[in-house]
């Protein structure tokens, strides 16, 4: 099978495979010369960009008896090329790859920070042959284990400036985030610039700020679309149009840096297409990208939790249940009630609030009436910011303060 590390430039991809796993490997008794790396990002390895090319370098260096372990980084820098001996048809990475498998002493492993590239292709460009093995940015846990100290102050930090690996590093407040800043505009927009083609930077700019202002909110492709409009308004640009917002959207999460979260209602069983909720694939990202300007506690609590739940290998949807009440004239009413997030994890299933603080009772009743509304058996969680003894209330909801939650996997 052909290994395929995915997620996010920066997030420590080619760290586990060239540094870690290359390490295992060496102390495992494989010879330095059976390991073939080489990463695509490099100018080094320009010329292996070229398919043709990366397959000539790898012929090079194998036989057909000992076993080799291909290291191949950034495989999305590979281009696609004209085929001479067809035409119309095009010589890809994946015939390379595919062509790899047919040797048998070959393991091969690539690493890549395009999603519709690699991982929804895999199934059917590598005819099930090929395993997506997803990094992320560093888990509250991890970053933890890493920084030590004062659990609350180490909170306080990866709230504000995330888990970027990098971002550990840096000495300084400021340093942290101008490497955030750096990210997006030396690294992952001149990548979707690069690759897409795309022609108006501005609107990629303009829509990352849109999505990273408004997370942990529903929206829209045409809300999207006409808060762009209205940025521009004074512009000599043409107004963007719902299609190019969607394409453009498209691109940000094929670079893994935001996921999209679905409404779900949890009565009626089905998905609503309208409005979807969006969060950045790290936090630090988002609060460096709006200038630390927006650093609303629950928002990013949320992001967390949400980031958290991926990690983990949940599915997260956004829940919405409804339910009829009497107004000031007794009239029935309709009532839209949303849960934070639907979380199913192989075959369990449960419900997830995310209450910064309930301090009052009117907050604590808002918070906790759309489980009452649900009626079911599965598992319901209320996460607080603030620190308290897990605990079980008459109704048998679950509440555990955030701290609790993002280091004990046992929770869900």
Known sequence: MIKVITGVRRCGKSYLLFELYYEYLISQGIEDSKIITISLDNNTFAKQRNPNELAKYVEERINTVDQFFIFIDEIQFCKKIPNPDLEGEFITF???????????????????????????????????????????PLSFKEFYAAKGGDKHAALNEYMLFGGMPLVLNRPSPELKIAYLKQLFEETYFKDIIERKQIEREDILSNLTDCLSSSTGSLTNIHKLAATINSVQHNKKHSLVTDPTIKAYVDHLKDAFLFSEAKRYDVRGKKYFESQSKFY???????????????????????????????????????????????????????????????????NNQCYIQSAFEMTTPEKQASELKPFSIINNSFKKIVITKNELMPWYDENGIYHVGLIDFLLRDETL
């Open 94 to 136: 994946y015939d390379v790859l595919n062509g790899f498998l047919q040797k048998k002493n070959l393991d091969i492993y690539i690493t890549g920070s395009n999603s519709k590239m690699l991982s929804s292709d895999i199934l059917t460009e590598f005819r099930g042959r090929g395993d997506e093995v997803r990094i992320f």
């Open 280 to 346: 950045c694939i790290d936090h630090g990202l988002r609060n460096a990208r709006l200038n630390m300007r927006q650093n609303e506690e629950s928002h990013i609590m949320e992001n967390v939790i949400y980031n958290d739940l991926i990690q983990r290998g949940c599915s997260v949807d956004v829940g919405v249940v409804e339910s009829f009440t009497k107004d000031s004239e007794g009239k029935t009413v309709r009532v839209v009630r949303e849960i934070d997030f639907v979380v199913n994890n192989g």
